[in-house]
């Protein structure tokens, strides 16, 4: 079922942007020279998962870590190593998974991309940017941004919730947001932390999580009006933007 991508209003960049849609893929992209036929990228990728799926029915549906095969795509390969490193299946990265393709495709003919897919975000850009935080029924939503320095780019910013969207989930936090030089990973791991957030009392197990993989750069958690965050990033309050 389709769900109206609102937050997308709340957007603010001077640079290009287009909205792709294929299927279920829902891409908000940004970009400062040329699309370059992200289309057929976007159809590209969708076309390897596809014909992955009828080879390997498992990889849609399975909700634990999948063997890699010497056969597999580099996608596909790239997606269960995130898995497993996440404990979860193979499709909780495929959101970043297309994010991430479709941006360092793009990146080739561009200084800077921002690829928006369903929450999850790939970005290469040259200048600092400020990441709004939507956090479903949680007072805190849309009231706190994610200053990220340029050093850190390329990067993924992804999010899962327990309370919004169509995406599996059994936890109940209204916001985990995992930032990552690996956006497949940043996925897979907001899916497996927000499994875990049932209560305010988890959200140090989720920060732990994060906390323990080296290729985390940092985490916020949100379960109603409460907040975990560490890293090596900026919270700030929307006032201050």
């Known amino acids: 079922m389709y769900e109206e991508r609102t937050y997308r209003e709340l957007v603010n960049t001077n640079i290009n942007?287009?909205?792709?849609?294929?299927?279920?893929?829902?891409?908000?992209?940004?970009?400062d020279k040329d699309l370059n036929n992200a289309e057929n990228e976007l159809?590209?990728?969708?076309?390897?998962?596809?014909?992955?799926?009828?080879?390997?029915?498992?990889?849609?549906?399975?909700?634990?870590?999948?063997?890699?095969?010497?056969s597999d795509h580099p996608i596909i390969k790239k997606m269960k190593k995130a898995s497993n490193i996440a404990n979860v299946g193979p499709m909780a990265s495929v959101a970043g998974a297309i994010s991430e393709t479709v941006g360092k495709y793009l990146s080739k003919y561009n200084e800077e991309v921002i690829i928006e897919n369903g929450g999850d975000i790939y970005i290469n850009a040259k200048e600092d940017k400020n990441i709004l935080i939507?956090?479903?029924?949680?007072?805190?939503?849309?009231?706190?941004?994610?200053?990220?320095?340029?050093?850190?780019?390329?990067?993924?910013?992804?999010?899962?919730?327990?309370?919004?969207?169509?995406?599996?989930?059994?936890?109940?936090?209204?916001?985990?947001?995992?930032?990552?030089?690996d956006t497949f990973l940043s996925d897979a791991l907001a899916t497996a932390i927000c499994n875990k957030i049932k209560t305010k009392d988890d959200i140090n197990l989720g920060i732990d999580i994060a906390r323990n993989n080296k290729n985390v750069l940092g985490i916020i958690i949100i379960i109603d009006k409460y907040l975990g965050a560490w890293g090596d990033i900026e919270l700030k309050k929307i006032k201050e933007w």
């Open 134 to 181: 939507n956090a479903s029924k949680s007072p805190l939503s849309n009231k706190l941004y994610i200053k990220i320095k340029k050093e850190h780019f390329p990067l993924g910013i992804c999010t899962s919730s327990g309370t919004k969207g169509h995406s599996l989930s059994f936890g109940n936090a209204d916001a985990v947001v995992v930032i990552s030089k």
């Open 17 to 31: 942007k287009t909205t792709l849609i294929i299927d279920e893929s829902d891409l908000d992209i940004y970009y």
């Open 43 to 70: 159809k590209s990728i969708r076309t390897i998962l596809k014909n992955h799926i009828k080879n390997e029915p498992n990889f849609f549906k399975s909700l634990i870590p999948l063997k890699t095969n010497e």
